[in-house]
């Protein structure tokens, strides 16, 4: 599978911003698909995981309540709408699938494929 993530950019305190995830290649058979996002000098951050065939979602707890997962219609799309962003929700933001599903879905260690990522600056 190949992953391109985009819609990142320079938003105020308070806004809201929606990335995008495409997925291209064999999709049918992903197990899940993730976002992450790191700062320079930090690990990679979970931010929400979804179970491919059954689309339940799971959030990081910094982000619950203001960020919302989901995938497109038909095509093989995964949003990531982000609400009341605050300056510590900036980083490089991205997306991630896998295939196994051996372990958890939150665990960036277990996601064998990764798109480039977007930067979403959050000012104060």
């Known amino acids: 599978v190949q992953l391109q993530a985009f819609g990142g950019g320079l938003v105020q305190a308070g806004g809201s911003l929606r990335l995008s995830c495409a997925a291209s290649?064999?999709?049918?058979?992903?197990?899940?698909v993730g976002w992450f996002r790191q700062t320079p000098g930090k690990e990679r951050e979970f931010v929400a995981g979804?179970?491919?065939?059954?689309?339940?979602?799971f959030y990081g707890d910094s982000v619950k309540g203001r960020f919302r997962a989901s995938r497109g219609d038909g095509a093989n799309l995964v949003y990531l709408t982000m609400n009341n962003l605050k300056p510590e929700d900036t980083a490089v933001y991205f997306c991630?699938?896998?295939?196994?599903?051996?372990?958890?879905?939150?665990?960036?260690?277990?996601?064998?494929?990764w798109g480039q990522g977007t930067q979403v600056t959050v000012s104060s």
């Open positions: 290649g064999n999709t049918f058979n992903l197990y899940g």
């Open positions: 979804i179970h491919w065939s059954t689309s339940t979602i």
């Open positions: 991630a699938a896998r295939y196994g599903a051996r372990g958890d879905l939150s665990s960036s260690q277990t996601y064998a494929y």
